[in-house]
């Protein structure tokens, strides 16, 4: 860590590597070589001390698989084929070659463009082109017969369609279900705005885990998810508990926030998702609901480093220690989530089909 002063900047060598590795622009770097207009680089979000985090080596726990094998060859050929969207290349995620291997993706529709300009993610901005109405025949089309236990599906935010595109959303889940009886389907979306129709829409099309990502703790919810809400994240969640479904939600670290509020938040999502045993009846006479579907309050959360995509995107505040994410692990088991993947490399989707595993549901 250094204090003050401006960050130091890549070595032409390394910028050039950099480069070479991402032939394809990033989503907070459309333009290469473009000096930014505005820099995120000295926003530290801890309020009490001020870091920026110099441009070095990351440490080695953050060392993640280098694409490459049979298994991740011929996942990528699906995706090119089929001309899919994978959060694992919008986002950069590093766990990409490890979970490619496995024969694993992260599907992402409603096209690659997002409405939204979160200061932490990788995925384009902008307004995006003409929707794409047979995208979910074709995402369909794409898993059908590729034997495949679990399946990821999320999107990015479409806040100029009248629904925020539920409607595509809850058509992908049924056409997936139609040609792959035997998959569970995991859904990643937004928020919706808060349209309680909308959510419903995806909802009662019945994908087996709804995950919504609460990202970040309370107080640096303004700066990390400016067109979101924690209060609406959480209702989210909560509505989803309230119909007898699964509920999943993510949490990034090392952004700016402190440990007790990890702590608080952890305790605050079971606290406020939590519903009536009632309620939980009711939704288990519902037509397709899995019989132990309905634990009393969101079920699965992942907690994982924060990595800046771009000098364009929020700072890193510090590296966060492998040992803190084992203590994350254990606050969240005590405060009462089912399951709880914690680690420097963990994200929403990385290995989501153990996470499922690990409710003994049986899918």
């Known amino acids: 860590m250094t204090s003050g002063g401006p960050p130091i900047q890549p070595t032409p060598g390394a910028l050039s590597r950099t480069l070479a590795r991402h032939p394809k622009p990033l989503g907070g770097q459309p333009i290469r070589g473009a000096k930014p207009t505005v820099s995120l680089t000295d926003q530290i979000l801890n309020n009490q001390s001020v870091q ?56 992402m529709i409603l096209g690659d463009t997002c409405t939204r300009a979160c200061g932490f993610c990788n995925v384009k901005t902008g307004k995006p082109p003409v929707t794409d109405f047979d995208e979910p025949r074709r995402v369909a089309d794409a898993l059908r017969g590729t034997g495949l236990k679990h399946i990821v599906i999320t999107s990015v935010d479409r806040d100029d369609l009248p629904d925020g595109g539920a409607a595509l959303w809850a058509e992908t889940i049924v056409r997936v279900r139609d040609a792959c009886p035997d998959l569970s389907i995991e859904v990643l979306i937004g928020d919706f705005r808060g349209d309680e129709a ?38 989210l969640l909560r509505r989803v508990k309230e119909q007898g479904r699964i509920a999943k939600t993510g949490l990034m670290v090392g952004i700016g926030e402190k440990r007790e509020e990890v702590f608080e938040c952890l305790h605050d999502i079971i606290e406020r998702t939590t519903v009536a045993r009632v309620h939980r009846a009711r939704a288990e006479g519902g037509v397709g609901l899995p019989s132990n579907a309905g634990a009393d309050a969101c079920d699965i959360i992942t907690i994982g480093q924060y990595l800046q995509p771009t000098l364009n995107h929020l700072p890193i505040d510090r590296w966060v220690h492998p040992d803190e994410f084992v203590e994350y692990e254990r606050v969240g088991k005590e405060a009462g989530f089912k399951v709880v993947f914690s680690g420097p490399l963990v994200r929403s989707s990385y290995l989501a089909d153990k996470q499922a595993d690990g409710l003994g549901l049986g899918f």
Not at 57 to 76: D, H
Not at 94 to 103: D, I, K, L, V, Y
Not at 201 to 215: G, R, T
């Open 52 to 107: 920026t985090l110099a441009l070095k080596k990351k440490p080695p726990w953050l060392k993640a698989r280098v694409p490459g094998g049979e298994g991740f060859v011929a996942t990528k050929a699906i995706v090119d084929r089929h001309q899919l969207h994978t959060v694992c290349q919008e986002a950069s995620c590093p766990n990409m070659g490890e979970c490619w291997a496995r024969g694993v993706a992260t599907i």
């Open 198 to 235: 909308a959510l419903q829409m995806v909802i009662d099309a019945q994908p087996n885990i709804i995950a919504h990502n609460l990202e970040t703790v309370r107080r640096c919810h303004p700066a990390v998810r400016p067109s979101a809400r924690y209060e609406r994240s959480i209702e």
